[in-house]
């Protein structure tokens, strides 16, 4: 009998610390992630210094005397994602809203998983759309030598963070007590108005953490942004100039890369690693915030 | 007042034609990306296509080796994230009894679910690649795609276990079972839809990798059995597509992947959604 219990305060006890040392495991893998990150990007930054690194406007890392200036890279990333925000947050925002507040159940069960499935089409599958549809559209349309380039990319990340605007603005409309709405309607409000100036309102903190999640996603997407944006280190300078972002300009020299130009990209994953992580969490505080409120 | 009635009439019909306007083009959106994928790609089909590898000497290509690539790495890295996820989640929502450890394990998993696949790319080749030794290979493509991944299953999981209700638990502790019995003979039983749903979600999510495949599971197209394939580098259908419609500009092909590729995603999101609704009604009931 004592042996039984004996046994079965055994298996408690290990259980307990198996899944302890799950959990734990979690936190390895992210200090995992940062110090590599951090073991890999520093040496460059050091040798070619911080402010030439990252202020340095040519990239030339394969040339005699090799350049390595970022700048182009921080404000192609900067450019797309604002320009990916201008174009996909209105039409992911409307559409959200007609989703939460204006479609009728039906419509709403159609719709719904149609914005799920946009969610899951490879990041690939809508660079290759991309760069037969969109790139030749854009090269005949404005009579260019070639269409790929900063603005194409724009309108693939639009296309690609719109899901997520959508689902996160969804929810947070959703949030908003039925109070408000049946208020404001009291008060003679119509009920477009009551969606645009009570219930949209009431999300906000909601909705600007839709707008810093599509952000994350924007700034972090590599293959389809590679598949369409040119890839060549220029500033951005225009709408239609062929461009690296900062995740293309590592995944296009990665694999032939050696020495100091290697140490570079690793560099410029840390940048990006450190776009990401105040991106985090800002959102973080807002989806708190939201959750307070 | 005429003025301010007409002030808001014209206000009412903006934002309405406006959200009606911008639901129509997402929605034509996602048709017109649907339709022109499948109907660009059917004549290119072939059985020939599907079901060789590609070859040289012949000068054909086959995209046999990339879809058995995808379905190991896919099959490797769910049996790797599946324990890790669900027991991390189990942990978080059974066991934790120390809040500090609880809120350093919640954030890394915010953390985790906001890095780019890109970093999980080359951290993912510094660490599997080069410092543990496996170099370019599936098994390292599926541990970086387990790491990618464990916040999905954590999350779906963890959503499911705060729907047993706590009187189930409180039934089990009556009668005298101890905590692990608990858990796995009433909780987990009861939320294995919810982690059902989190594979199908971590499915899709693994099928659409490639940026960080890129670099730890590398471009071979060669046919190769499970454990071979663990060794060795191996495309998935992504990398896969990506070489042929950008390095080597074979559309022919890249619109085929691309095509299986979307019918993949569509029978995920199907089967997932299903589920959830299968969840809801039976919360409802």
């Known amino acids: 009998m004592f042996e039984a219990h004996k046994k079965i305060i055994n298996t408690e006890k290990i259980a307990y610390w198996i899944f302890l040392v799950l959990g734990v495991m979690n936190v390895g893998f992210v200090l995992m992630i940062c110090v590599y990150l951090l073991i890999a990007g520093t040496p460059a930054i050091v040798k070619v210094g911080p402010i030439d690194f990252l202020f340095g406007t040519t990239w030339a890392s394969t040339a005699a005397q090799p350049k390595f200036g970022i700048l182009p890279f921080i404000l192609t990333s900067i450019y797309g994602t604002i320009g990916a925000i201008v174009i996909g947050l209105p039409l992911g925002f409307f559409s959200a809203v007609y989703l939460a507040k204006m479609a009728s159940r039906k419509v709403k069960a159609v719709i719904e998983p149609m914005v799920d499935l946009l969610a899951g089409i490879p990041s690939v599958v809508y660079g290759f759309i991309g760069m037969l549809v969109l790139v030749p559209g854009i090269r005949a349309l404005f009579g260019l030598p070639d269409g790929s380039g900063l603005l194409a990319a724009i309108i693939v990340l639009a296309i690609m963070i719109l899901p997520s605007i959508i689902k996160v603005s969804i929810t947070a409309i959703e949030a908003v007590p039925e109070e408000y709405t049946l208020g404001s309607l009291a008060l003679g409000a119509n009920k477009v108005e009551t969606i645009f100036r009570v219930v949209v309102p009431a999300a906000r903190s909601g909705i600007s953490a839709a707008v810093v999640l599509g952000v994350g996603r924007a700034i972090g997407e590599a293959m389809a942004v590679m598949m369409v944006a040119g890839n060549a280190a220029n500033m951005p300078d225009s709408l239609f100039q062929s461009v690296r972002f900062l995740t293309t300009a590592v995944a296009s020299e990665m694999s032939y890369s050696s020495g100091l130009q290697r140490e570079a990209l690793f560099s410029i994953a840390l940048v990006l690693f450190a776009f990401i992580m105040v991106i985090n969490g800002i959102l973080n505080m807002l989806l708190k915030k939201g959750i307070k409120r | ?285």
């Open chain 2, 1 to 285: 007042m005429s003025v301010a009635s007409t002030k808001r009439k014209i206000y009412k019909a903006t934002m309405l034609s406006l959200s009606n306007i911008c639901m129509a083009i997402t929605v034509a959106l996602v048709f017109f990306l649907i339709i022109y994928i499948f109907v660009k790609s059917i004549p290119y089909f072939s059985w020939e296509l599907l079901s060789t590898s590609p070859s040289y000497l012949k000068g054909t290509i086959g995209v046999l080796p990339d879809i058995m690539n995808t379905i190991y790495i896919i099959f490797m890295a769910l049996v790797l994230v599946l324990p890790m996820g669900v027991g991390t989640a189990i942990y978080l929502n059974e066991y934790s009894n120390r809040p500090k450890v609880e809120k350093a394990i919640e954030y890394c998993i915010e953390t985790l679910a906001g890095i780019p696949s890109i970093i999980y790319g080359l951290v993912g080749m510094l660490v599997f690649c080069q410092f543990m030794g496996l170099q370019t290979s599936l098994l390292a493509g599926a541990l970086t795609l387990m790491i990618m991944n464990l916040p999905t299953i954590i999350r779906t999981t963890q959503e499911s276990l705060k729907t047993v209700p706590q009187s189930y638990r409180e039934g089990a502790f009556g009668l005298g079972a101890a905590k692990w019995r608990v858990i796995r003979t009433v909780v987990l039983p009861c939320c294995i839809d919810g982690i059902v749903t989190g594979c199908i979600l971590s499915v899709g999510r693994m099928m659409g990798e490639s940026a960080a495949l890129l670099f730890t599971a590398g471009f071979a197209h060669n046919l190769n059995g499970f454990f071979d394939a663990m060794h060795s580098a191996g495309a998935t259908l992504t990398v896969a597509l990506y070489v042929y419609a950008k390095e080597q500009g074979r559309f022919d092909v890249a619109f085929v992947i691309a095509a299986i590729l979307m019918l993949m995603s569509l029978v995920i999101n199907i089967t997932a959604t299903v589920l959830a609704r299968r969840i809801q009604n039976k919360k409802g009931e």
